[in-house]
């Protein structure tokens, strides 16, 4: 029989194992494309960097102890959405069987899909100029992004991103499994996207799936331009509401090619 998670003992106890669970889930992602993309082999993938310029000094370490506080917020949303689903105020279910194995992937697409209508309209107002400077400038010191920049928020948007699993789990029916596959996705995407290395073909934007995806040329773009770009893991709302740069495709295929940099 599981314990009363909504004691305040358990609650903390709670929060403290996702807070490690987060945080290393952080270090390892960052971590492992950090050594692969600028230890190992920075040779192999130089031809593929975005910057020429290097970091600002010190700035690895400001984007891991922001990155620290938002793990915070999202462990205590962790904490928070056992506690509702222990009381029965979520939709989370641990019977496959309840809804099937084909619903697996549907409700992660679908999951993803109320993430990324959630960021991008969220990412908008974030850049409106009174909210920037309270809300995402800290995001956007990262002039050029890292592995470590992908969770590098001031608290107020750890706060605004962390709140959206609860709620949606208190609406859509989801299996636990998919829970972690959705987590998984968004730390890997995340950091891929903030890489400042494009790792993916040249023909990549060209296919069905590809042109759908973002990558670190146009994630690198919106900290470079700012008006552009505001996906999390697709561009189909910035193809939508005409968001998307229009100098993508072309700095995308010269960065390919290794005739420029951003």
């Known amino acids: 029989m599981l314990p009363d998670f909504t004691t305040p003992f358990w609650l903390g106890i709670l929060t403290l194992i996702f807070f490690i669970i987060i945080t290393g889930r952080y270090f390892l992602v960052a971590g492992i494309f950090w050594l692969i993309f600028y230890v190992w082999f920075p040779e192999r993938w130089a031809s593929r960097k975005l910057h020429t310029k290097n970091y600002k000094p010190g700035q690895l370490k400001t984007e891991v102890k922001w990155s620290l506080i938002t793990s915070l917020f999202f462990s205590i949303a962790g904490t928070g959405t056992v506690a509702l689903w222990q009381k029965g105020f979520t939709k989370v279910y641990t019977d496959i069987h309840l809804y099937g194995w084909w619903y697996l992937p549907v409700s992660l697409v679908i999951l993803m899909l109320l993430h990324e209508t959630y960021y991008y309209w969220l990412h908008r107002w974030m850049h409106l100029p009174a909210v920037f400077k309270i809300v995402h400038k800290v995001h956007?010191?990262?002039?050029?992004?890292?592995?470590?920049?992908?969770?590098?928020?001031?608290?107020?948007?750890?706060?605004?991103?962390?709140?959206?699993?609860?709620?949606?789990?208190?609406?859509?029916?989801?299996?636990?499994?998919?829970?972690?596959?959705?987590?998984?996705?968004?730390?890997?995407?995340?950091v891929i996207n903030h890489l400042d290395i494009e790792i993916y073909s040249?023909?990549?934007?060209?296919?069905?799936?590809?042109k759908w995806i973002i990558g670190a040329t146009h994630h690198s773009l919106h900290h470079k331009q700012f008006k552009y770009n505001y996906g999390l893991y697709f561009t189909f709302w910035d193809k939508i509401k005409k968001t998307e740069s229009p100098h993508f495709k072309k700095i995308f295929d010269s960065v390919i090619s290794n005739k420029t940099k951003l």
């Open 140 to 190: 956007h010191d990262s002039h050029i992004a890292s592995p470590f920049t992908a969770f590098s928020f001031h608290p107020l948007e750890g706060l605004l991103q962390a709140i959206f699993l609860p709620v949606m789990l208190m609406i859509l029916p989801v299996h636990y499994y998919v829970i972690i596959v959705q987590l998984v996705i968004m730390s890997i995407s995340s």
């Open 202 to 210: 040249k023909n990549f934007n060209n296919n069905f799936l590809g």
